[in-house]
């Protein structure tokens, strides 16, 4: 498996199209986007229980629907005080229809009386591109840390205002973009695809 000429990424999310479209500068291809190019660009439900099937099951509507390859990650916090949770359903932490504000909340929430000691936890990510022929390939990438039930920076989504990466005083939200990409999960698992394509 080499590099396509064009790839379209699976998401509808803006924030994540910029990370991606970061962290792929390299590629040498061309992005087909939502916010670019015409549909269809189907809305697709994550019912997986993992990040894998959430992440083919993105992939593959998209690249059946444009019969071109797609790119597609599914991402999570995983909180060791809460038996890994919240996990695949990150994004819906506090209810299907949560906020980014509502999950970090309830996440808040959820720490309260943990000492600071418990309070390690994990980003994961897994990526995956899937072709129309159904050739695929997946990777996945994690980012260790601490939570800091305090709020800091305004940079970046999700519970990156509470997630202290190791060896790091800041926040994933006071990080600039390059030093959040050189180390996030999604980073990490975007440029292991990239080097398996390299590869061929």
């Given at each position: 498996m080499a590099f396509p000429p064009r790839i379209a990424i699976a998401s509808h999310n803006r924030h994540k199209l910029r990370e991606i479209g970061r962290i792929c500068a390299a590629?040498?291809?061309t992005w087909a986007t939502v916010e670019r190019d015409d549909g269809p660009w189907p809305d697709v439900e994550e019912t997986g229980d993992t990040y894998l099937e959430n992440a083919l099951l993105k992939a593959r509507a998209v690249a059946a629907a444009r019969d071109a390859p797609a790119v597609a990650d599914d991402a999570g916090i995983e909180v060791a005080a809460l038996g890994g949770r919240a996990g695949p359903r990150s994004a819906r932490f506090a209810g299907d229809d949560?906020?980014?504000e509502r999950n970090l909340e309830e996440l808040i929430r959820a720490l309260k009386g943990v000492p600071a000691a418990g309070r390690t936890a994990r980003y994961r990510c897994v990526a995956v591109l899937a072709f129309p022929d159904g050739e695929e390939r997946h990777t996945d990438g994690v980012c260790e840390g601490i939570l800091d039930p305090r709020p800091r920076?305004?940079?970046?989504f999700g519970y990156d205002p509470?997630?202290?990466p190791?060896?790091?005083d800041r926040?994933?939200?006071e990080l600039g973009d390059d030093e959040k990409d050189r180390i996030s999960h999604r980073g990490r698992a975007l440029r292991a695809l990239g080097e398996a394509l390299s590869a061929g």
């Open positions: 590629w040498p291809i949560a906020s980014d920076g305004t940079r970046g509470v997630f202290v190791v060896g790091w926040t994933m939200a």
